[in-house]
């Protein structure tokens, strides 16, 4: 059963603290993606990972990193959360180039 | 400007009748265009993918593409109540990333 996996689904976390987003795919993907989805602006893309330490930023990557030691794991780090990044966080993967995206359930963040 | 624009933000529409959501983008040079549907507290599961001027069809899930109109559609056919969802519209940019809509939300009333 082909499936995308995150976790934690719910989270609250104060300003300031560290926080640690995981995900995980069974297809062999080399392509993961992070985005975060926001009422009135739509899925925004924050991180791209092409294979195993080959990271490359999207379009709102500031206040994040990531890493990608194992093919099949890609994490979100947030170090020191702001109240901003409150948010539901969503992890993708895709087989290859233009080839369709499959999405975790997502991440519910709340920073207090 | 965003490119990637969702109409219209909501729709009812009563089941069985026909559902229509309409995307228009900037970048007529894009191949690949999808539709995809978010269920309330979900992710994303995708409906229909569309890589050429025409129709696709998925079951009851109907994409139109018209890149000289900078247009696709997506028609779902005897909407039920379970396919209340908010639908996404996502076009290619380049090799890596895809660009969204903000999406249409579709109530079907039983």
């Known amino acids: 059963d082909m499936k995308v996996t995150q976790m934690p689904r719910y989270l609250i976390k104060r300003m300031g603290e560290n926080v640690l987003l995981e995900c995980g795919q069974d297809m062999s993907h080399e392509t993961m993606y992070w985005y975060r989805q926001d009422p009135g602006l739509g899925l925004q893309l924050i991180y791209i990972?092409?294979?195993?330490?080959?990271?490359s930023e999207g379009d709102i990557p500031k206040g994040y990193r990531v890493s990608r030691k194992k093919r099949e794991h890609f994490s979100l780090i947030l170090d020191s959360a702001k109240t901003n990044q409150t948010s539901v966080y969503f992890c993708a993967s895709s087989l290859g180039t233009g080839t369709e995206q499959f999405f975790g359930p997502g991440t519910r963040l709340t920073v207090l | 400007q965003q490119k990637v624009q969702q109409s219209p933000e909501s729709l009812t529409v009563s089941e069985g009748a026909m559902a229509s959501l309409n995307c228009t983008f900037s970048d007529g040079t894009s191949d690949n265009f999808r539709w995809y549907r978010q269920h309330s507290g979900k992710g994303l599961e995708v409906l229909v993918s569309i890589f050429s001027d025409g129709e696709k069809e998925e079951g009851r899930f109907t994409a139109h593409l018209n890149r000289a109109s900078l247009h696709v559609s997506l028609h779902i056919r005897e909407p039920q109540p379970s396919d209340s969802a908010v639908y996404l519209c996502a076009m290619r940019e380049n090799a890596y990333k895809v660009i969204f809509g903000k999406g249409t939300h579709l109530h079907v009333l039983p």
């Open positions: 990972s092409y294979d195993v330490d080959s990271n």
